[in-house]
């Protein structure tokens, strides 16, 4: 019952627990590999901007696996990244879809200007 209720007010705590365990994973990771997956990761948070959380921790739980794998098979990072790191995060989100701060935003612009030529009234 009462989880419940904590979870009405602060969110999933299965996706709460899922993260930090991303996080232990990413920081788990030997150099060069924690240091790049700690950049993509703020990037992701940033150009992703996914809202959904279990899109969010499916996509993460990814790209640790994506980097593990790549630290136990020895793969260097810029291999694995390729020459564009911004294209590679970018193709890497875009694959998870879900709903992004931005489609909220565009909705809200959307509304706002439907709003304003109502007041306007016809010419």
């Not at 904590?6 to 299965?14: F, N, P, R, V, Y």
């Not at 993260?19 to 030997?30: D, E, G, N, T, V």
């Amino acid at each position: 019952m009462a989880a419940k209720w904590i979870e009405a007010l602060t969110g999933s705590l299965e996706q709460k627990k899922q993260y930090r365990q991303y996080k232990a994973r990413i920081a788990a990771l030997p150099e060069p590999y924690a240091g790049a997956a700690k950049a993509f990761e703020r990037y992701f948070m940033y150009y992703g901007g996914i809202t959904d959380g279990d899109t969010l921790v499916t996509m993460l739980g990814d790209f640790a696996d994506l980097f593990e794998r790549a630290a136990v098979d020895g793969t260097p990072v810029g291999e694995l990244v390729g020459d564009d790191p911004v294209e590679f995060a970018e193709t890497f989100t875009q694959a998870y879809g879900g709903t992004q701060w931005i489609d909220k935003e565009r909705a809200r612009l959307t509304k706002a200007i439907a709003d304003a030529k109502r007041e306007e009234g016809p010419r």
